[in-house]
Structures are given as C-alpha cells and as structure tokens.
C-alpha cells in the first residue's frame, strides 16, 4: 500500500522561494504517476502539476514552480520559485498506478489518483 508524506511547507514571503517534498513509502513510485495539488481555505482542490512520462504545469503557476522526482529515492518535489500571496493553501501530493503514463495526458482531476498524502501549509504573506 503506497503511503505519501509532504513536507517543506511553512511561512514564506512573497518573491521567495520554498521547495516542497513528497516521501513514498510502501511501494516504490515506478508506474506512478504524481501530482500535486493545493487547496485554499474555502476553495476546491486545484491540480497544480502531473509528473509521468513528462511534466506538466497549471497555467497558475507555470514558470514559478517546477515539479520533478527521482524514483530511485522514491521521492516528489515542488520548487516553488516567486511565490505570490494566491499561492497560499495546502499542497498536496498525489498518485495513482498508471503504468502506461495515461493520467498526466488528461485534465487534472483529483479523483483520478487513489493515493494522497495529509497535506502541507504553505503561506506566502508579509
């Protein structure tokens, strides 16, 4: 059973740059693909990368943040470069079995991944 941990999260200004790590354990991340998504108070769940075959960005963040892995420590990150205040919510990492890279060539929805980690804070303020 694939379990996920975030962590890196924290208080941060706006123009400074916070790196974001997702640990997997229980199963090593080859055939997965990830993703990560956020969440602001009051707001849906909002994709915000998808790593399988390839990377892809929300248009939100595209050129500010910079998802990447290395399967062979079993680990995700989000680089999160320029931060904005809209960037404030909790970060996710997420996966799903996808052995032949499918779910990252599709719209970004959150029921598509079977596997989540509890979430970390990150706020950008002042």
């Known amino acids: 059973q694939l379990q996920l941990v975030e962590s890196g999260g924290g208080l941060v200004q706006p123009g400074e740059s916070l790196r974001l790590s997702c640990a997997a354990s229980?199963?090593?991340?080859?055939?997965?693909?990830i993703a990560w998504f956020r969440q602001a108070p009051g707001k849906g769940r909002e994709g915000v990368s998808c790593?399988?075959?390839?990377?892809d960005h929300a248009d939100s963040v595209k050129g500010r943040f910079t998802a990447s892995r290395d399967d062979s420590k079993n680990m995700v990150f989000l680089e999160m470069d320029s931060v904005k205040p809209e960037d404030t919510a909790i970060y996710y990492c997420?996966?799903?079995?996808?052995?032949?890279?499918?779910?990252?060539?599709?719209?970004?929805?959150?029921?598509?991944?079977?596997?989540w980690g509890p979430g970390t804070q990150v706020t950008v303020s002042s």
């Open positions: 997420a996966a799903e079995w996808d052995p032949y890279s499918e779910i990252c060539t599709q719209v970004l929805l959150e029921g598509r991944f079977r596997f």
């Open positions: 229980g199963s090593t991340l080859t055939h997965y693909s």
């Open positions: 790593s399988g075959s390839r990377v």
